[in-house]
């Protein structure tokens, strides 16, 4: 079973350009989370999916971070502007079913975004 | 609010010796807690989780952890560790969140270092 896919794995950009980073989860997984890990601490939830519909948003800093998850399957997550303090890993993660308490999340390798 | 504590930043251990890792949670309601494992440049990877019955769980790797919820702790052991244990272990709580669905919270991380 392929697991989850990230790309890019590595991205480097200047402040105040904008970003992209895709994530293709386990086939079959209803629920998608983009985690923000900074050097140093444990991943925060950014946003999480159950199929197309957003569940949890309230730590996504809205007013540069967006994230979409059309047709329920592949996600993209866009920075714009991008700061210096969005340097981080971005983890997607998928789980099988809907609102399941003891699924297990499988994590893709991250993108680590250096913005100078 | 649930929170995870994860007391130790960094824990190194000679090779071959016994190890524990930290973890405190607190939570309003019922938890399932896990326990991860994250290799350099690498997403993160299930060690091992407790959902309900027997509080001692064996996970891979030769990784236990006990579940002792009048300390509203999941401490992580091995009772040898080897070289490639180095690796950052991070503890995860889950609830339901007032919303219906799962939300789940992860500790700053351990650093394990095993030395030769």
């Known amino acids: 079973e392929a697991g989850v896919a990230q790309s890019p794995r590595y991205k480097i950009i200047e402040k105040r350009q904008s970003v992209a980073f895709w994530c293709n989860p386990i086939?079959?997984?209803?629920?998608l989370y983009w985690y923000q890990q900074i050097l140093g601490q444990g991943p925060k939830l950014l946003i999480q999916f159950q199929n197309n519909g957003v569940v949890d948003d309230s730590q996504l800093p809205k007013d540069r971070f967006s994230a979409e998850r059309l047709k329920g399957v592949d996600s993209t997550l866009k920075i714009q502007p991008a700061k210096l303090e969005d340097s981080a890993v971005y983890l997607c993660?998928?789980?099988?079913?809907?609102?399941?308490?003891?699924?297990?999340?499988?994590f893709g390798p991250g993108t680590r975004l250096t913005v100078l | 609010a649930q929170s995870v504590t994860q007391l130790d930043s960094q824990v190194p251990v000679f090779e071959e010796a016994p190890v524990e890792l930290r973890c405190n949670y607190s939570s309003s309601v019922s938890v399932y807690l896990f326990w991860y494992v994250q290799y350099p440049n690498q997403g993160l990877q299930l060690l091992l989780k407790?959902?309900?019955?027997?509080?001692l769980v064996k996970g891979i790797n030769g990784f236990e952890a006990e579940f002792n919820k009048s300390q509203t702790s999941f401490h992580l052991r091995k009772p040898s560790v080897h070289i490639s244990d180095t690796a950052e272990y991070f503890c995860a709580v889950r609830d339901e969140h007032s919303g219906g669905y799962q939300k789940v919270t992860f500790g700053t991380g351990t650093k394990l270092q095993v030395i030769p």
């Open positions: 086939s079959g997984h209803a629920t």
């Open positions: 407790y959902l309900s019955g027997s509080t």
């Open positions: 993660a998928s789980s099988l079913s809907v609102g399941g308490l003891t699924d297990t999340q499988y």
